[in-house]
C-alpha cells in the first residue's frame, strides 16, 4: 500500500518574532523541517509534498537539494484543512495512506510515524491521529472521548473554544494524522456566516 507525506511549513511563527520562516529555524544544527524530511522519508513515501506560504521562495531555495519534493502554496494561510485542500491537485488520483506532518516537529521519529501507519492499517481507519497527554494542555487542542480514556474521539476542541470542563483535559491533539485516502475528501463549503469553511471528511 502506498504511502504519501504532506508537511506544512506555510506558517509565519509569529511568536518566533523573526524573518526567517518558522521550520527554518535551526535545530541541532538544522532546520527544523530538515529532522521532519528524514524521518519522513523513512516511511518509503511513494510522494511527499511540502505546502509553503510565507516566504515560500526562501523555503522552496532551502529545500532544494531534496529531489522528488512536490511544492504546493497555501495563501492566505486559513489553517490545517485549508492546507491539506491545497494538496487536492498533488494527490488526485493518489491511493493508500497519507500522513499529514507539521515541519515544526523536529524531535518526531520515524518508529512513531511507523506505529501510526501500521496502527491506522491494521484498524482499517479512515482517519487516525497521535496524542499526548501532557501536564499543561494550555495552548493545545483537547481531545474529547465519547466514554472513558481509550474509546473513540468524539471531537477536537481548540484551545479558545473550549468549556471549563475541557479546559481540565489533559490529553491534547499533537497535529500529525493518518488519512485513507480512498475514504476521505477534502472540500471547502460556504458557511451561514458567508464564510468559507474547510474540511476534511471521513466516514464514521
Request: aromatic share 2%.
Amino acid at each position: 500500500m502506498d504511502t504519501h507525506v504532506v508537511i506544512l511549513a506555510a506558517g509565519k511563527g509569529t511568536r518566533m518574532k523573526s524573518a526567517l520562516p518558522k521550520v527554518l529555524h535551526r535545530v541541532a544544527g538544522e532546520p527544523m523541517i530538515e529532522h521532519v524530511l528524514v524521518q519522513a522519508a523513512a516511511l518509503n513515501p511513494r510522494s511527499t509534498t511540502v505546502v509553503v506560504g510565507h516566504e515560500a521562495d526562501t523555503l522552496k531555495s532551502a529545500l532544494a537539494r531534496h529531489q522528488g519534493l512536490t511544492f504546493v502554496v497555501q495563501e492566505p494561510q486559513l489553517g490545517t484543512a485549508h492546507a491539506l485542500l491545497m494538496t487536492e491537485s498533488a494527490l488526485r488520483d493518489s491511493t493508500g495512506t497519507l500522513v499529514l506532518l507539521s515541519g515544526d516537529v523536529p524531535l518526531l521519529s520515524a518508529g512513531t510515524l511507523q506505529r501510526l501507519v501500521d496502527r491506522h492499517i491494521s484498524a482499517g481507519a479512515a482517519a487516525s491521529l497521535i496524542t499526548a497527554v501532557v501536564e499543561d494542555s494550555r495552548g493545545y487542542g483537547r481531545i474529547v472521548r465519547s466514554g472513558q480514556p481509550g474509546e473513540p474521539i468524539a471531537r477536537i476542541v481548540e484551545d479558545k473554544d473550549t468549556t471549563a470542563a475541557e479546559r481540565e483535559i489533559r490529553e491534547i491533539n499533537s497535529g500529525i494524522y493518518a488519512f485513507a485516502l480512498e475514504d476521505c475528501s477534502m472540500r471547502s463549503e460556504a458557511s451561514p456566516r458567508r464564510t468559507r469553511r474547510r474540511s476534511i471528511t471521513c466516514p464514521t
